[in-house]
């Protein structure tokens, strides 16, 4: 396997070709855009129209009151995931291939935490009625109650995305200084030297930024591990056939990170090609990622194997007959669907010439994302289809076009953010960059002093 | 006497180290290594705190404090508002039931933690600053960057120290 990053790169040509970045991307980047604004309309008019005339609209009845709107919310929970594995799990376990590709990680982090907050508010319907899951009294001193995992899970993911937007800024600041040095026009010299915050890079600045960097990131561990127990907690601490299991938190967990790193791999591959970050983004550097990325499918297909198992051998007759009814019935198809991108297509991941294969790898990421998504569906809608009571089962209900509508515009608000954000901050660290070089090649000079020496010896004797 | 500021900019941090070095051991009249002697660097370099000496960070303790503030605070406002309805009937469940009380407070335990570590940082760190009275953008590049404040009397010795070390540019102005 080839170097994650030549050693000899200059620290100054590190500035100019991120720095560039901020400024003249491919056209891709503007065609990307483009699409992500049209999505964006269309959920907004869905959004509109939903809320003018009623959830209805949505095609939900009773007893499908869930539809693909929580589904796709822990979807994009379980996407922000991928930000505290690169950043925070790595970074502890002084993992230095991370450093070109962690602080985009970080940003879709933050952005897919904004996108499952609008699920929420979407999903009620009447927007303003978020305030219920708030710890906020009603008029009559009533406050909300706080045994709900509901609660926890508004709470959890306040406490993850304000933490997550303060790890990406702190962790940005060194290279807002750059950025402030060496822009020297218009709004975005300003808006630098705003939130550089006066930063000179003293060694007083960067004893203190170390210790907080290292313990944020130890606080976003436990932290993402909670959020998704929390809203793993939604789903098992109810007693509905099927979601009443166990392993429902930590499966959750690993579904979070098994999708949030197959979405690394396809931003990786955007923004290394869209910004040319090819010097940067390296192949060794993607297939590490492919690596983890494999492993943590195998865990995900491991927890969804407990699953199936613990369903089937627990003589809980209904939970097996959504189980059944997942796998032969009108699900069927989502189903193995699921299995197949979730627990198949990972595969693909092990074939080494696939590894580093930019095509190959980017069809690879997005049909894992497609099996995430469709495990979110399948844990949600087959559960409400066909609960306890053979009288309330309706398996026929399909989701209107209005909510695959503002399914689909999330994807773009997503996109949207991210490019915006890829654009204005730089997307790789470039003092982490330069650290990591600076490592490398006094690692190589002492390789090779040391070779020096041993052919010395060798000739002396 | 009045003070005067000198820059001096380094291509690598061997150079910066034996700058650093000499400046310490050095007798130079109003000059105090330990308070007057910044190092400017693009990166983290552990071995700046070597040759510095070490120097203590209390961000952690705003971290225990911010920690233990926020879950103390949490519990005492989840009890507090489950008590308020002491008087109904609770169906032998306790009025304030610990464990699941537990999750709210171990999330606030973390919000307070990390606000109250970047508050610590902005304290220790001293920022929002103000521009240093000499600054180089080329030390956000690949220079570092050796600060120094001293006496006028002083100035010429310590260029004689930065041109020593080979140093590629001194800027200086006179300080406030």
Known sequence: MGKDIREDIAWAQINK?????????????????????????????????????????????????????????IFWIGMSHSGTLLSAILHLMHADWRKPIYRFAEAMTTFSLMTAGLFVMVHLGRLWQVYYALPYPSERWVWPNFQSPLLWDAMAIFTYLSSSVLFLYIGSIPDLAICRDNIHQGWRKKLYSILALGWEGTDRQWRNFRITYLTVACFLIPLAVSVHSIVASDFAMSQQPGWHVTSFPPYFVAGALYSGCAAIITLFIILRYVFRFEEYMTLPILKKTVRLTFAIAMVWTYLNCIEFAATWYSHDEAAKAVLIEKATGRFAPFFWGMIFCGSVVPFALMV????????????????LNLGMWLERWMIVAPTFSHGYYPWTWDEHMWPSMVQWGIVFGSFGWFTLLFMVFCKVVPSVSMYEVKEMVYHRSLAKKKEEQAVKEELAAKGAN | MSKRYLLALYNNFDEAEAVVSELRNSDIKGFDAADDLVVKSPIEHPEVEEFLGEKPVKVQWFTLGGALTGGLLAFTLIAGSQASFYSQMKGGKPIVPIPPDLVLTYEMFILGGVYITVLGFLICAGLPARRSPLYSAKVSEDQIGILVKAEDGSVAKLREIFTKHKALEIQEEAGR
């Open chain 1, 352 to 367: 080494k010439k696939w590894q580093t294969s930019i095509p190959v790898m980017f069809a690879v990421s997005l049909l």
């Open chain 1, 17 to 73: 070709d991120v720095l560039k970045s901020l400024e003249s991307p491919r056209k891709l980047y503007w065609v990307i855009l483009l699409v992500a604004i049209a999505m964006v309309g269309v959920a907004v008019g869905c959004e509109i129209y939903q809320y003018n005339v009623g959830l209805g609209v949505g095609n939900f009845d009773n007893p499908n009151v869930w539809g693909l709107y929580i589904a796709t919310f």
